[in-house]
């Protein structure tokens, strides 16, 4: 049952696009930022986060097309309210991992009691449960409470020995992923209903078909609206660190720029959880319909007449338009199988006729439904679903419909795919911190994308929802985006990485301390000042003696190069090195395609969308066609993209590190190759489409005339 109290088709439209706002927010926003997070916090590849991403579309592929024939029968106000419902119980299964995680990290390690004498060829200093590492036991600094002083031998045989629970710990937490998948397949449930479900019941409420474009517009644009939204507010938590309980106990070094840097990623969901299930309670009482010709009608349209028809439905007639110049009027109204006429009435006595006209003709007609619904049977049920099932498979007869899913399938393999990993991109490209990368995106994408959308909304009403319009305006965008992507093939050169390993060092200048005896699980890079973009992945490789924890500053090291004037003042400092003057442009150059990739996004949804409905070419099948669409979209694009992205980035890792707690993670691409696969992959499929697209355009033409008439026809309604 609806609501008890009258309620304008404005205020679901404005609900409805609350709704959206906070399912990008989560989805599209959040899901994206937080992947170099979990794969820190969690021990991930971008492969398994590439996994990640793609089972939140497998949920949807699940439901799509359920919901879909679900929605055309019942209600699909409630499948909505349903989706918002399962964007709750997802979110709170996602913040799981981060409470069950055991009390460790992975640049952390426990304090204990050693013999300082037994363990003389290395040196930490121990604060706050963080090590230092540096070459030998003479190290000038201050002591105090939190700082112990002991050297220990710490290699891969004597860490496993020390430290025996850490790799139980850390097992467990890598294992903590799967929760993280299940969470997604459950928020991938709210998709199909928030897409094709939302865009359909748009259709039904709106009073016309210009409105229903506009309507459409704007639920678009205030979702959009969230996707940047959400890498602002995701951003934001980022600067916290991911244990906040701790936050007292971090060392100072360990910065939201530091390599090692794990941020709070787990907040949005929490909060904005809870919101969704606010969202989804006011949604569940949405009526299925609304009457909107009386919402609109004026006073001066009050008098129209109702006829019966045989199959017990009414329409209007428009005997006010026209005929009513003279109040004797003459009046004619068949009921059943009897007629009364009333003819020369006198003015006086009109407007009563008709009012118990139609009073008559009102409780006839609720006779005759209740009729009605008595007489269906279960064989009737059986039949009308039969024939949807008939319609659906007679969609695919329709070439044009065929193509519109393979390009909606590539166009959400890439989508999904740069959402998912442009935060990864820019840090390693561009050296820059998790949380400032996602704030970059967020400030980049919501111009665009509330321009884009307002802008296609207006286009396809200037179309009027001719598919073949619609498919020469699209392959126009996507021929200015293949350039676009071809633009993120631009890279700046990774930092040399000197490391214990051989492969990794690539100045023959530079060496590592061989008599240090140096933990090579130990990643915590210094960067040199004054050199030419040369990292150490450790303080003990570059054969450091001191630390300075007021500048936090590295110095009297042996690895310096003689070729430095003076090596035994130079010095280093925590983390990677800054990028040079040269990326500043290339980085210019990168937000710039972003901004257009977002803004041609946007740009081409409502034509999309609209040139689907054009080529289904029923109203009755609108929902399953568009659900039909979204389940191939998703089982041939969004599912596959992330992590055959996923897959070519791992090609590209430069030095994979196995940390203290036996886990692979890639510190160092080459990002070279990086850009080369990310922009290569992005160019490749756009030409894909816009050649399907093309393609469309011919196979449009007969249907361009027959949805003309159809859209004429539904407006004079």
Not at 20 to 35: C, K, S, T, W, Y
Not at 174 to 193: D, E, P, R, T
Not at 473 to 498: D, Q, R
Not at 603 to 630: H, R, V, W, Y
Request: glycine fraction near 6%; charge should be neutral; charged fraction near 20%.
């Amino acid at each position: 049952m609806g609501l008890n109290f009258k309620i304008s088709h404005k205020f679901i439209i404005a609900w409805l696009s609350l709704s959206a706002f906070l399912h990008n927010i989560l989805m599209n926003g959040a899901n994206n930022v937080i992947i170099s997070s979990l794969q820190k916090e969690f021990y991930l590849s971008s492969r398994e986060t590439g996994v990640y991403v793609s089972v939140y579309d497998i949920g949807s592929l699940l439901s799509s097309i359920f919901i879909s024939f679900a929605a055309a029968r019942g209600s699909k106000p409630k499948w909505i309210a349903f989706g918002m419902t399962m964007l709750f119980l997802g979110c709170m299964i996602n913040v799981l991992p981060h409470f069950l995680k055991p009390n460790e990290n992975n640049f952390s390690l426990e304090k204990q009691k050693f013999d300082e004498n037994e363990y003389l060829n290395a040196s930490h200093v121990v604060k706050n449960d963080d090590v230092i590492e540096l070459c030998n036991s003479s190290i000038s600094i201050e002591d105090n409470d939190h700082v112990k002083y002991f050297a220990r031998n710490l290699s891969q045989e004597t860490s496993k020995e020390i430290n025996p629970k850490k790799t139980t710990a850390s097992r467990f937490t890598f294992q903590l992923k799967h929760l993280l998948y299940a969470a997604n397949i459950v928020n991938g449930l709210s998709s199909a209903s928030m897409t094709s479900i939302t865009f359909s019941y748009i259709e039904d409420i709106a009073p016309t078909h210009k409105l229903s474009s506009i309507y459409e517009a704007i639920y678009f644009v205030v979702g959009a609206f969230g996707v940047g939204v959400g890498f602002m507010i995701t951003s934001s938590c980022l600067k916290f660190h991911t244990d906040i309980d701790r936050i007292k106990e971090l060392p100072t070094w360990l910065n939201p720029s530091h390599p090692n840097w794990i941020g709070a990623w787990w907040i949005p969901f929490l909060s904005f959880g809870v919101l969704s299930l606010i969202m989804a309670i006011v949604i569940f009482f949405f009526p299925k319909k609304l009457d909107n010709k009386k919402d609109e009608k004026s006073e001066k349209s009050d008098l129209k007449k109702l006829t019966p028809l045989k199959n017990g439905k009414s329409i209007e007639s428009n005997m006010s338009k026209k005929r009513l110049d003279s109040m004797n009027t003459d009046i004619e109204i068949i009921e059943n199988e009897s007629e009364i006429q009333e003819r020369n009435y006198e003015d006086n006595r009109l407007m009563q006729t008709l009012e118990e006209a139609g009073s008559i003709l009102s409780l006839n007609h609720i006779e005759f439904d209740q009729h009605k619904q008595e007489k269906i049977s279960n064989n009737d049920l059986k039949d009308s679903e039969k024939s949807l099932v008939s319609k659906s498979f007679s969609l695919f007869k329709k070439p044009a419909y065929i193509l519109v899913i393979i390009c909606a399938a590539i166009e959400g393999l890439l989508q999904n795919s740069f959402l998912a990993f442009a935060t990864l991109f820019l840090e390693y490209q561009y050296r820059l911190a998790s949380g400032s990368a996602s704030l970059i995106l967020g400030l980049l994408s919501i111009p665009p994308l509330i321009i884009g959308g307002l802008l296609s909304g207006f286009i396809v009403s200037r179309f009027k929802n001719d598919p073949r319009k619609c498919f020469k305006f699209i392959s126009i965008v996507l021929f200015v985006n293949i350039f676009v992507y071809a633009g993120f093939m631009i890279y700046c050169k990774e930092p040399n990485m000197v490391s214990i390993e051989n492969t990794q060092i690539l100045d023959d200048s530079f060496s590592v301390a061989q008599d240090c005896n140096c933990n090579k699980k130990m990643f915590k890079p210094i960067c040199l000042k004054g050199s030419n973009d040369t990292v150490f992945q450790s303080a003990c490789l570059a054969g450091c003696f001191s630390y300075d924890k007021h500048t936090e500053t590295y110095t009297n090291c042996t690895q310096v190069p003689g070729t430095f004037t003076q090596p035994e003042s130079s010095y280093f400092v925590n983390g990677l090195c800054p990028t040079s003057s040269s990326c500043t442009t290339r980085l210019i150059v990168s937000y710039l395609c972003i901004f257009l990739l977002m803004f041609m996004n946007a740009l081409t949804f409502l034509p999309f969308l609209k040139a689907a409905i054009g080529c289904i070419e029923s109203d009755e099948m609108n929902s399953i066609g568009l659900g039909i669409k979204q389940f191939f979209m998703n089982a041939f694009g969004t599912i596959p993209g992330p992590i055959l992205f996923g897959s070519v980035i791992d090609q590209t890792c430069r030095y994979w590190h196995d940390d203290m707690n036996d886990q692979r993670v890639c510190k160092l691409y080459d990002n070279r190759n990086f850009a080369l696969g990310f922009g290569a992959l992005g160019v490749g499929f756009k030409i894909v489409c816009f050649l399907l697209v093309l393609l469309s355009i011919k196979f449009t033409k007969k249907l361009k005339i027959k949805n003309t008439t159809s859209t004429n026809n539904q407006n004079k309604r």
